[in-house]
């Protein structure tokens, strides 16, 4: 699956029947780390100026990528944000 959403450059995945909790992968130029959407823990290599344009853009976002994971974990097609 490619990127669910580009922001700024910044590279927003979800995979498929992925492990919980809910969570996004994000690729910013070399570093690549995962954020949970929930309680935003942060796993991996991030700048705090990307950890903070991810924390916006999950709180403008949760609902549709909570849809999202739900979709993903039943094995459906999962599709970009749509703005």
């Given at each position: 699956?490619?990127?669910i959403d580009i922001l700024r450059g910044i590279l927003i995945y979800m995979y498929g029947q992925?492990?919980?909790p809910p969570h996004?992968?994000?690729?910013?130029g070399g570093d690549w780390f995962i954020i949970?959407?929930?309680?935003?823990?942060?796993?991996?290599?991030a700048s705090s100026k990307t950890i903070r344009?991810?924390?916006e853009y999950i709180?403008?976002?949760?609902?549709?990528?909570?849809?999202?994971?739900d979709k993903a974990q039943r094995g459906e097609t999962i599709e970009k944000i749509k703005h």
């Open positions: 699956m490619g990127a992925d492990h919980n996004l992968h994000i690729k910013d949970t959407i929930k309680d935003r823990k942060v796993y991996g290599r344009l991810i924390n709180d403008s976002h949760e609902e549709k990528l909570l849809a999202l994971w």
